[in-house]
């Protein structure tokens, strides 16, 4: 009857472990998706800026030399 328990409870603890690291992968995925959004905003407002300026030479005329 020991063995039995035994294979229940180690079972049962592996399941646990398992549960907490899928808990931790979903929280770092979720910190990850956090750090892309905020960089695709960065990226955005960088290349808004590139195109104000490429217009704003555009509308001067002047070459850069």
Avoid at 6 to 30: D, N, P, S, T
Avoid at 42 to 61: H, K, V
């Amino acid at each position: 009857m020991f063995w039995p328990m035994l294979a229940i409870a180690l079972g049962f603890a592996g399941l646990a472990v398992l549960g907490v690291l899928a808990v931790k992968v979903f929280v770092e995925a979720r910190r990850l998706a956090g750090q892309v959004a905020a960089t695709t905003e960065r990226i955005n407002r960088a290349a808004a800026d590139l195109e104000r300026a490429a217009t704003t030479l555009a509308d001067t005329g002047e070459a850069l030399r």
